[in-house]
């Protein structure tokens, strides 16, 4: 069965600093590997995602992500925090099984601090 | 451009009552979904639809129906709420089976009293 977990509920970061925010996932096959942020009384929106290949992904508003196959991880990153990316972000997963159904993690609430 | 509708924006429901929360999309996606989201959870598929006339049970479909009898819409129904279907409710499409990214609609905000 497929699963995610993001360890931290909260991340707090200063502004200009670089922020990372972490998500390990659980797949029997493949995982394909999803980012989405959720800004207040929004619906989600896609940041990025791992198919296959490059190992680092990149993604909208300078955000990128690493898929670490041997850590099973896929942690968001991005060099320089802004205030305007305090909101909560989504990792989610599926297995290459065929089914498409999408697991999301808990969510972890990011504040970058002025 | 709309993407995804969602209607109504927030509701305040009886128990027992019957209720139907619409989602449209308008760019011609084959695969559509509903998550529920409640805190501490994140979302959790209820039902999704690969394609029109298609349907499938996502981890927690109990107490929930869908239909797609056409690719644009993807109700969901509430037969007869209960307090615990008190919720945040997105519907979700995406273009392609599986590895395309599911785009959002705005969501609708469900009280059951």
């Known amino acids: 069965a497929q699963s995610v977990a993001q360890p931290e509920d909260q991340v707090n970061v200063a502004e200009g600093n670089p922020l990372t925010v972490k998500c390990t996932y659980s797949?029997?096959?493949?995982?394909?590997l999803f980012w989405y942020v959720q800004y207040p009384n929004r619906g989600l929106q896609f940041l990025l995602k791992y198919i296959t290949g490059d190992n680092l992904v990149k993604g909208s508003y300078g955000f990128e992500a690493e898929f670490n196959k041997s850590q099973t991880s896929f942690h968001l990153k991005k060099p320089s925090a802004l205030v305007s990316d305090s909101a909560l972000y989504f990792c989610?997963?599926?297995?290459?099984?065929?089914?498409?159904?999408?697991?999301f993690g808990t969510g972890t609430r990011l504040t970058v601090i002025p | 451009i709309a993407g995804i509708t969602q209607a109504p924006t927030s509701q305040i429901l009886a128990a027992g009552r019957r209720m139907t929360l619409r989602c449209t999309q308008d760019?011609?996606?084959?695969?559509m979904y509903w998550y529920r989201q409640d805190l501490g959870l994140g979302l959790r598929l209820i039902h999704y639809s690969n394609t029109a006339g298609t349907t499938g049970k996502g981890e927690v479909p109990d107490g929930y129906s869908v239909s797609r009898a056409n690719t644009d819409d993807f109700p969901l129904t509430l037969a007869s709420a209960v307090p615990s279907q008190t919720s945040v409710y997105f519907c979700?499409?995406?273009?392609?089976?599986?590895?395309?990214?599911?785009?959002f609609g705005p969501g609708t905000r469900l009280t059951v009293l």
């Open positions: 979700a499409s995406s273009s392609r089976w599986g590895l395309n990214e599911q785009f």
């Open positions: 797949v029997s096959g493949n995982p394909y």
């Open positions: 760019m011609r996606h084959n695969a």
């Open positions: 989610a997963v599926r297995d290459d099984d065929g089914a498409n159904n999408l697991f």
